[in-house]
């Protein structure tokens, strides 16, 4: 490839990349401006502030809501890992009766949206008084469809495995859960990686669910609380919006730069054999 083709071809996917660079590049720089410039043509804050970056810590309890979702999407990405991964091993190497219909029922669960089951849901966790707690947002997700497209990733790689290192090991004189945990976890560190990924985006980022079931600001996570800040006759700030938007989201994007080469090489793995 010549030098000058080379270099087209950097400043089309230059090009391609500034719809979706531009309003990450937006949001932090506007987070610095005073909030009569933020609707301003200027890309770049006339009047610096760092005002609105205060501001998102003296209007809520911003620090405990951010807790609220680091803990929550930390314990969600390890209880999909521990469901996830048993139940695709399951699926892929055990056979027994009916297999392949209860893993058609089970996928059926990602053709329900949540806005279906949101209902009978929040009666049910209002009749074990675990609303306006975390519980919900916690047990919904392991055991829900983000579950049910985990299961999914881990089932087709463990298809992927040779039977001949089981059978070795069963030379070896190991049982299935020996085979499962010194085995195959090792060998599915690049689908556990791209789930644990994609489970912690999905728990970081929900939305839904808490506005449902939380009711205290202390309890609130981050895309519950980016909606509560407003001044006293109820208009947006829109400078502190932004300000804690870039906060909850530069960690997110520092963690997918750093793993993105896992999660595309994990979901390449996955589809290999159906």
């Known amino acids: 490839m010549s030098r000058r083709t080379r270099l087209f071809l950097y400043a089309v996917l230059l090009a391609l990349c500034v719809p979706f660079v531009f309003p990450t590049w937006w949001m932090i720089t506007s987070s610095f401006k005073p909030n009569a410039e933020i609707f301003s043509a200027a890309l770049w804050p006339r009047h610096w502030t760092v005002q609105p970056w205060r501001q998102v810590f003296e209007l809520q309890p911003f620090a405990q809501q951010y807790f609220n979702s680091a803990y929550i999407a930390v314990l969600v990405t390890a209880g999909t890992l521990i469901v996830a991964s048993m139940a695709g091993y399951a699926f892929a190497r055990i056979r027994f009766p009916g297999q392949n219909g209860l893993f058609l029922v089970v996928l059926t669960g990602l053709l329900i949206p949540s806005e279906v089951t949101i209902v009978p849901l929040f009666r049910m966790f209002n009749t074990l008084g675990l609303v306006d707690t975390h519980w919900p947002l916690i047990l919904v997700p392991i055991l829900g469809a983000p579950s049910v497209l985990a299961t999914f990733i881990m089932r087709q790689f463990f298809l992927t495995l040779p039977g ?57 996570t981050l895309p519950q609380a980016l909606t509560q800040f407003t001044d006293a006759y109820q208009g947006q700030l829109w400078n502190v919006q932004l300000s804690a938007a870039s906060m909850t989201a530069i960690p997110v994007l520092i963690v997918f730069v750093i793993a993105q080469r896992q999660f595309i090489e994990g979901l390449a793995h996955t589809g290999l054999k159906g």
């Open 164 to 220: 001949e290192l089981e059978e070795a090991a069963r030379m070896d004189g190991l049982g299935r859960p020996a085979i499962f945990r010194r085995i195959a976890l090792p060998l599915a560190r690049p689908a556990l990686g791209a789930v644990a990924i994609f489970t912690f985006l999905h728990s970081w980022n929900l939305y839904l669910e808490p506005v449902v079931y939380l009711s205290t600001r202390t309890r609130y």
